[in-house]
Each structure stands twice: as C-alpha cells, then as structure tokens.
C-alpha cells in the first residue's frame, strides 16, 4: 500500500540554525499537509498546500516557516532560525482531494531536537 | 476551532474485552474521523462518519455521532493486544486542516 515517507526520522540541530525536513507524499496525492506535536501535546495543523502554493496556515506557521514542492515528488518544511521551543515531532501528510470528507495519510514523522 | 477532546485519557482492558473512546467537539461539523496512532509511528485512519449517519461499521470498529450532544464514541470489540495505541478525533480537514483531541491512550493487557 502507498504510504508518505518522511526523512530524516530524527533531526538535531543547533538553536539558531536552519532545518529542512522533506516529506514524499503518495503519488497520486494532490493536497498536502504539514502537522506538529509537541511531546504530550495535541497534534496541531500547521499549513496546507496546493498547486503549488500554500492553501491555509495556522497560527503557529509564523514567517519562521516556509514550504517548498521543489520538484514532482518532495515535500518540504523549512524552519529558519530554530528555537528550543520548535523541538517537537513534525508530520507530514497527504490527501487525494482537499475536501474535509477525505483521509489524510500520515508518515511516521520527522523527531526535531532543538540544543 | 472545531476541537475534538477525548476521554478517558488512558484506559487499559484485558485482552477480549470491549473499549469505548468518547470525543467531544465544539462548533457544527461536516463529519468527524478517528486516527490511532502506535508509538513512534504517524497517524493511521479508521473511519469517517459524516454528520448526516449516527453509526458507522467497519470491521471491529464501531463509530457512533450524536451531533446534537456534539459528541462521538469509538467502540473497539474484541479488544487485541495489536490494538495498544492512542486514538485521536479529528475535526475540520480540507484546507484548513485537521483538529485532533489529546486522544485516549489505550492499553490492551493480554
């Protein structure tokens, strides 16, 4: 069964520094999504993508966020100047049509650790 | 927000047994999904029951809607070792994404 593959598993990175976590949605998945979950917190939506551009974005999806659809198959999420409190786990996830009666696919998640 | 809280928190059962998850939400919702999620792993889904059904079947899962106590159940029969995990409600979705609970952490004692 396709599944959303995420890399790397585990990230750790300096305060300050820049991370990109990449995503590989399911092929023939047009919508696209990125998640958080701070340890024993809820999972919370960061931002929604389609076509190339971002959809919808919450709160915590600040100017610190970006993402990219680079070429035909990745999916990225880059933190610019990561701070301790972004250390968390990152899902991304994948829709075949952006309607709310549609599942999303979850990869395993991306573990950021920031020092 | 369309959140979803569940409850209990944890809740651990002998293997066999029945377990029941509740989910409560706020604003009117479309439909409601159940995501469980085994340690260490990404989100898998269950099952969507649409704000129009009362009871949706799939497999050992039992879904119940009662959109107007806003509420939902999750029945898992039979309860299987295999099944330790936390499942989560899940509001909204589409472009402005998913609203999850803190979910129920449910332990199966074989």
């Known amino acids: 069964e396709p599944e959303v593959t995420q890399t790397p598993s585990h990230q750790v990175t300096q305060m300050g520094q820049e991370v990109i976590l990449r995503c590989v949605p399911i092929?023939?998945?047009?919508?696209f999504y990125w998640y958080r979950q701070i340890l024993g917190q809820k999972v919370e939506f960061l931002v929604s993508?389609?076509?190339?551009?971002?959809?919808?974005k919450s709160e915590i999806f600040d100017d610190q966020f970006s993402v990219e659809r680079p070429d035909g198959s990745n999916f990225t999420l880059k933190i610019r100047s990561t701070k301790l409190e972004d250390s968390a786990m990152y899902f991304c996830?994948?829709?075949?049509?952006?309607?709310?009666?549609?599942?999303?696919?979850f990869g395993d998640g991306t573990r950021l650790s920031i020092l | 927000s369309q959140q979803g809280e569940e409850d209990p928190q944890a809740l651990s059962i002998q293997e066999g047994e029945n377990a029941t998850m509740n989910c409560s939400y706020k604003?009117?919702?479309?439909?409601l999904q159940w995501y469980r999620q085994n340690s260490g792993r990404g989100l898998v889904h269950l099952i969507l029951?649409?704000?129009?059904?009362r009871e949706k079947h799939s497999g050992r899962l039992r879904v119940t809607l009662d959109t107007s106590k806003k509420s939902s159940s999750l029945l898992i029969t039979a309860s299987r070792a295999a099944d330790t995990a936390s499942y989560f409600c899940?509001?909204?979705?589409?472009?402005?994404?998913?609203?999850f609970g803190k979910g129920t952490h449910l332990i199966i004692q074989p």
């Open positions: 996830a994948s829709s075949e049509r952006q309607y709310s009666n549609q599942p999303q696919h």
């Open positions: 092929s023939n998945h047009l919508y």
């Open positions: 993508f389609y076509n190339n551009e971002i959809s919808e």
């Open positions: 604003t009117s919702i479309n439909n």
């Open positions: 029951i649409r704000s129009n059904e």
């Open positions: 899940a509001a909204g979705g589409g472009a402005d994404g998913l609203t």
